[in-house]
Structures are given as C-alpha cells and as structure tokens.
C-alpha cells in the first residue's frame, strides 16, 4: 500500500513468517521479505521501515489477552 502510494515500482512483496523461540524460551516470529521489482536499496529499506509499524506487526509484538468463554446453550 505504501509503495503503491509513493508510485515506487514495487512488482511483488512476499512475506514469510515462522514462528520461533528465543533463547528464553519465549515465542518469536521470523519475518522474511521478498520485495520484488524496479526500487532502490533505499526504498527497500523505508518498505523495511514501514512494516515494523503495520497493525498485525503491532497486534503480533505485543501480549494480547485471551477471552475464553464457555457458550451457554438454550
């Protein structure tokens, strides 16, 4: 969305995720970017920038709480 809106060449985007554990023992995604097509090193980078700040990144990094309700039936 961002490279379309900035009119970069951008021809594909592909993201591949794992999910991993630290050292710790604590869970950790592995994000890998493909960014494909006619961009500079530069714009790859700012790509880089702007997906650490996504909505998913965000919901993903930090601890959500978890609902867990029993459905009650008539």
Known sequence: MYANRKGWGVDLIKAR??????????????????????????QKKRILEISKVCPIQK??????????VLN???
Do not use: H, M, P
């Open 17 to 42: 995720v794992e999910l991993t554990k630290t050292d710790d023992g604590r869970n950790a995604f592995r994000c890998d970017l493909d960014i494909q097509g006619d961009i500079t090193a530069d």
């Open 59 to 68: 919901l993903l990094s930090n601890s959500a709480e978890i609902i867990t």
């Open 72 to 74: 009650q039936s008539v």
